[in-house]
Structure formats: structure tokens, C-alpha cells
């Protein structure tokens, strides 16, 4: 009997302790609310639309050290567009607009390179027959699957 007596008041402690620990994990803010104390600390000063967006900023920012790395590696859509940028200069207007969305949807510049030579070389033809024969006689001494992707971008150019 002592021993059910032992167990009861054991069972009562520890049921009489979990609510408590309970409250105290429901008290605890989340992620979020961490995020949103940090920019409202931040953003002490401001009003109005200066700082509803920069709220907007601060909540939707990456953690610090992902928003670095990411600041850190510029993107290959960032690097076509910089050297799309310093071939444009000079250009203004249509012209440098057309020539940016040409350049930005250009493929890469290395394998982009044998393409221009056949296009450039087979601007001439005036039709699709015209441009056959003049790209069989620059495909003469290739074979097989060479030939065909050869053709293929020449008959494209």
C-alpha cells in the first residue's frame, strides 16, 4: 500500500510540473516574433510609408549569413546582363533595348561563338535552297553525327 501511495504522490508531482513547463514553452516567441521584435527595434523613428516598407524588407529578409553568401556570388543571369551592359555603351533608346534583349537571350558566349562565324557567313542566302548549298560546302570533310549538328546550326543561321 505505502509503494501505491509512493506512485500516486509521484504521478501527482509530476502531472502538478508539466503544465507549468507546458506554459513556459507557450511563452516563448517564435521565429517570427523574434524577427519582428529585431525590426521593430530597427525601425525606431520611423513612420508611415518609410516604414511600412522598410518593415516589408526587414521580415522578408533572408538570415544574415545566407543574405551575405548570396550578396557574395553574383549570378550567371548577373554576369550576362554586366556584359551585356558594357557592350550596349553608347546604345540608347530601341537600339540599346533591342540589343539587350538580344544579347540577354543569346546563349553563352563560348559556345555561342562558332554559331555567329555560320550565321554571319551565311547571311547572304536569300533563300532556304541558297543556304543548303552554302552550308553543304562548308560542311564538306564532316560526317555523321558532326555533319548533322553543323547542318543544323548553319540551316538555322
Not at 66 to 72: L, N, P, Q, V, W
Given at each position: 500500500m505505502k509503494k501505491l501511495v509512493i506512485l500516486a504522490a509521484a504521478l501527482a508531482?509530476?502531472?502538478?510540473?508539466?503544465?507549468?513547463?507546458?506554459?513556459?514553452?507557450?511563452?516563448?516567441?517564435?521565429?517570427?516574433?523574434?524577427?519582428?521584435?529585431?525590426?521593430?527595434?530597427k525601425a525606431a523613428g520611423m513612420k508611415g510609408d518609410e516604414r511600412k516598407k522598410f518593415m516589408s524588407d526587414c521580415l522578408s529578409a533572408k538570415p544574415a549569413a545566407?543574405?551575405?553568401?548570396?550578396?557574395?556570388a553574383p549570378t550567371a543571369q548577373q554576369d550576362k546582363m554586366k556584359a551585356c551592359n558594357e557592350k550596349a555603351t553608347g546604345k540608347k533608346g530601341d537600339e540599346r533595348k533591342k540589343f539587350m534583349s538580344e544579347c540577354l537571350s543569346a546563349k553563352p558566349a563560348a559556345a555561342d561563338a562558332p554559331t555567329a562565324d555560320i550565321k554571319a557567313e551565311t547571311k547572304p542566302a536569300s533563300s532556304q535552297q541558297d543556304k543548303m548549298k552554302v552550308c553543304n560546302e562548308k560542311a564538306s570533310g564532316k560526317k555523321g553525327d558532326e555533319r548533322k549538328k553543323f547542318m543544323s546550326e548553319c540551316l538555322k543561321g
Open positions: 508531482a509530476q502531472f502538478a510540473l508539466f503544465p507549468a513547463h507546458a506554459a513556459d514553452e507557450a511563452k516563448k516567441p517564435t521565429a517570427q516574433q523574434e524577427k519582428m521584435k529585431v525590426c521593430n527595434e545566407a543574405a551575405e553568401a548570396d550578396a557574395k
